[in-house]
């Protein structure tokens, strides 16, 4: 038989079962704490919500009322400060000539001519830019600008000095010399300055120096000055120097400093191997037969390659010498690239407009053979007079005797030539008269590349 189950007598005590209840009990909120925490947050919202829009309203009218305040206090106190600060700078500094285009690093910066840069202080509020001055001095500096700076004409204080251009990390100051000096009288000459770095580290590859005042008399914003600026450049190491072009050649110059003639490259061997060494034997040859010289350099130099080199050429410096070639009976004076500055045949002087083709092409002939004899020539200097220029030294009208003495002098003011030559002559030069590729000063004369226009050396002979 099953036994029957009785009640545990180890259950907990019946106080302790009725003390958790309790406490569960106190734990719950009652309904009515409930509905009074509900009524207090709705009161608060609606009391903020009627609050805002008035406190948004004063405060907004008391802060007007400050800046109004201060800003009638600021304009009666400084009026025309306030007047300037609107209106552009009329003061400028500039610089008074250009740089060369290329600069090597560790040479005294000047200008093209050679000389010391000056800066200049100008007004620009008329037409021009006119030199003016201050009753006090100026403190200026030179700084390196980015090449590609300015974008606009007109630029401000800050976006000047955001240009400004600083050496890289761990090389030398990039400009080191006389960087500051002192203004007066509107002018100031600035000594040696000099690059230590090139600009190929740049994105535009060149630089641009700017001079900016630091200090204007004892209050540095008394007024705006705007900066100078030079043009674009691009600086170079200095080893690249030995190999530089020169701006203007002389006519001594080895033919590779000429733009687009590499010094040993291509065209500079194909020259020299042909006589041709410096930019005076070039122009020779450039005068007597382009075909020959452009025949010489080959299909490698383009027509505007070719361009660039004659042009450059020309630039150069044409001195005072001048040479005599004689004949039996002629004279022909010619400059140093083989034109025809004056010219005698026999004893008798026509002007340069009224030669005929058949002249003209009987003074090449004679010119050619100066060219080919060039080193017999006689040197004579540009600054002596005329007369004995041509006769050396002998009467002019002993040597010509059917050559009137006034006309001779009257002729003489402009460049003259007078020949005689035969048809077949003529047919032989005829290209030569219409070939656009000659040196011709004179081109509204049609007297070709033998024949210089002779402005120059009318001075020199005057």
Excluded at 183 to 199: C, K, L, P, Y
Aim: proline share 5%; with cysteine; glycine share 6%.
């Amino acid at each position: 038989m099953a036994a029957k189950r009785f009640f545990d007598d180890s259950d907990p005590d019946p106080n302790q079962r009725n003390n958790k209840r309790i406490k569960s009990t106190a734990t719950r909120p009652s309904f009515a704490s409930v509905i009074k925490e509900v009524v207090m947050v709705n009161f608060l919202d609606n009391v903020s919500s009627a609050l805002e829009p008035m406190l948004r309203r004063v405060v907004n009218e008391e802060v007007e009322k400050g800046l109004r305040r201060y800003s009638c206090r600021t304009i009666s106190r400084s009026p025309s400060l306030r007047i300037k600060a609107l209106e552009p700078s009329i003061l400028r500094l500039i610089f008074n000539k250009n740089l060369h285009l290329t600069i090597f690093t560790g040479s005294k910066i000047t200008g093209v001519d050679g000389r010391n840069l000056q800066i200049l202080l100008v007004d620009t509020s008329g037409e021009g830019m006119v030199p003016t001055t201050l009753p006090y001095p100026i403190k200026v500096e030179i700084v390196v600008l980015d090449g590609d700076f300015p974008s606009e004409t007109n630029w401000s204080r800050d976006e000047f000095d955001k240009n400004i251009v600083k050496e890289r990390t761990g090389k030398r100051p990039l400009l080191t010399g006389e960087l500051n000096f002192t203004m007066r009288d509107g002018v100031a000459t600035v000594g040696e300055i000099e690059f230590t770095d090139n600009s190929s580290w740049i994105r535009c590859r060149k630089f641009r120096i700017g001079a900016k005042v630091v200090q204007t008399g004892n209050n540095q914003n008394t007024v705006r000055i705007t900066e100078a600026i030079t043009q674009a450049f691009m600086v170079k190491d200095h080893r690249g120097e030995l190999y530089k072009k020169h701006y203007p050649p002389a006519l001594g110059d080895e033919v590779w400093r000429l733009e687009k003639i590499g010094k040993d490259g291509i065209f500079h061997k194909k020259l020299s191997l042909n006589g041709i060494n410096t930019v005076q034997d070039f122009l020779k040859l450039a005068t007597i037969d382009t075909p020959q010289l452009r025949n010489m350099l080959g299909t490698g130099m383009s027509e505007k390659m070719w361009e660039v080199t004659y042009k450059h050429a020309k630039t150069c410096d044409m001195g005072s010498k001048l040479y005599m070639a004689r004949g039996p009976n002629y004279l022909l004076i010619l400059n140093p690239i083989c034109q025809v500055v004056r010219a005698i045949i026999d004893g008798q002087i026509y002007p340069i407009r009224e030669l005929t083709g058949i002249q003209k092409a009987y003074i090449q002939n004679l010119v050619k053979d100066a060219y080919a004899n060039w080193s017999s020539l006689e040197e004579v200097d540009g600054l002596v007079n005329e007369p004995a220029l041509l006769t050396q030294g002998e009467p002019t009208m002993d040597r010509y005797p059917n050559v009137q003495q006034q006309p001779l002098i009257r002729t003489y003011q402009r460049n003259t030539i007078l020949t005689d030559a035969s048809d077949e002559q003529l047919a032989e030069y005829n290209d030569w008269i219409v070939n656009p590729n000659y040196i011709c000063t004179l081109a509204d004369n049609n007297t070709g590349g033998y024949f210089s226009d002779g402005s120059s050396n009318r001075q020199l002979l005057r």
